[in-house]
């Protein structure tokens, strides 16, 4: 595969409301919501553009955008004396119709093209454009050499999924060269990969496209008023029917630095349990989704934290963590914490135990106190003797949720009477 160095600026998407994700989305947008005991959601897509070379990027906000806004203004930033390294946020600024007059982000190709006047001021070759809201590791680099070698007009990274699972995804259909023949939107019957009968394409929302047919393409999308302005729904049908070269990408064979085997782990975390469980994938003994390969670094919040403390070393009273992540700040008194992702500055108290839980910052949980498949939102104070996700009906009575699976989500400040 041929190497060129072409210009390209990121477009991260990050205006989600993540509506299936409450009460983690209470007060935040879904890329702002915690993961990993100190990261947030959108860090994973942010680390991918610049682990890939790619240091020019906006991220497009527009839902209850606060907290993230604030992370990415105060943990990423550059310097100021190359121009060239920034990211920039874009929210949404009501733009301005003439038919229509004023109108927030109406889909995710609208997002863009309210946007287009940054990605011409930067005089890009190519555009990323990239959810801000999944758990994943991708070299982008790898897939616009793909996209160059392919002389393609849009090339879209595609993860192989069973056809099982096909139904829930949209699915490209692709010639033998991997060219992009069909879409076909959460079909009862996938068809396969060809040579591959029992996977099928699922569209991972993820494009590289050229500048110049971007902009042709969005032009037109937003002059239709048929349109819902969706990449996936309108604009890439669109571009297909017109002839446009379009890629799909097979994502199991981008290659990480410092990975050994195939790049499988993307994780749409738009549930309360697709967040629990990809938190608890963390604590596996050799995860999937591995934080600390030193090659591919993940970058984040640089907040300052004491380290992790464990007292009490007594049968029955002994503070210790077995199969969990743990943040700076902890302390572990005289208690057992147990496949469980804890963040920055919680307190743990005696004879307590948590088991297969997520705890946010500022959690305190006090004495004799069980909690078990629970996400705790931040700055929760849990009250001696007190637990969680033992008894389902009584924690509906406190006003909790408990999702079907068993998992209890406790939100953010909350308080126990």
């Known amino acids: 595969m041929r ?18 994700l409450h009460p ?8 702002a919501v915690p993961f990993g005991s100190k990261y947030r959601i959108i860090d994973f897509a942010l680390n991918n553009m610049i682990n890939s070379g790619i240091y020019g990027m906006y ?74 809201d999944h758990i994943y590791k991708m070299d982008i680099s ?23 699972d096909g139904t829930r995804f949209g699915i490209l259909q692709v010639d033998d060269d991997w060219r992009i023949t069909e879409f076909q939107e959460k079909p009862a019957s996938p068809n396969p990969i060809p040579g591959r009968p029992d996977q099928c394409l ?27 302005h969706d990449f996936g729904k309108n604009v890439l049908p669109m ?33 309360l349990e ?29 907040e300052y934290s004491p380290p992790a403390k464990f007292v009490h070393d007594q049968d ?10 743990v943040a700076g700040g902890v302390i572990v008194s005289g208690s057992t914490v147990r496949e469980s992702v804890v963040f920055r500055r919680v307190r743990v108290h005696s004879y307590s135990t948590v088991e297969r839980s997520v705890l946010l910052d500022n959690v305190e949980i006090g004495r004799n106190c069980v909690v078990r498949n629970a996400i705790v939102d931040k700055n929760v104070v849990i009250p001696d003797g007190t637990s969680i996700g033992v008894d389902a009906e009584e924690d509906r009575a406190r006003g909790l949720t408990v999702m079907p699976g068993g998992v209890v989500a406790v939100p953010k400040s909350f308080r126990f009477d």
């Open 3 to 20: 190497k060129r160095t072409v210009k390209t600026v990121g477009m991260v998407l990050a205006g989600g409301k993540g509506t299936r």
């Open 316 to 325: 029955g009273r002994r503070g210790q963590a077995l199969n969990s992540i």
């Open 142 to 164: 790898h897939m616009i050499e793909y996209h160059l070698e392919h002389e393609a007009d849009v090339t879209i990274a595609a993860y192989p999924t069973s056809l099982e």
């Open 274 to 302: 697709s967040y629990w469980e990809a938190n608890m994938d963390l604590v596996a003994l050799q995860p999937e989704f591995d934080l600390f390969n030193e090659e591919w670094p993940l970058r984040t919040s640089a």
């Open 202 to 228: 699922a569209s991972m929302g993820n494009y590289i496209f050229s500048t110049k047919k971007l902009v042709e393409l969005l032009t037109k999308d937003a002059n239709r008023r048929d349109s819902e």
């Open 59 to 132: 991220v497009l906000t527009q839902f209850k955008a606060q907290s993230l806004t604030e992370h990415i203004q105060r943990n990423w930033r550059f310097g100021t004396f190359l121009s060239e390294y920034f990211i920039t946020l874009a929210p949404a600024q009501m733009y301005l119709y003439e038919e229509l007059g004023a109108e927030w982000y109406r889909g995710t190709a609208d997002a863009i093209y309210q946007n287009l006047h940054l990605i011409e001021n930067n005089d890009a070759e190519l555009v990323a454009i990239f959810s801000g």
């Open 239 to 271: 571009a297909l029917d017109e002839g446009l070269r379009l890629q799909a990408y097979d994502f199991a064979r981008n290659p990480i630095p410092g990975q050994e085997g195939a790049n499988t782990y993307w994780r749409d975390v738009g549930t």
């Open 24 to 31: 983690l989305t209470w007060k935040r947008t879904k890329p």
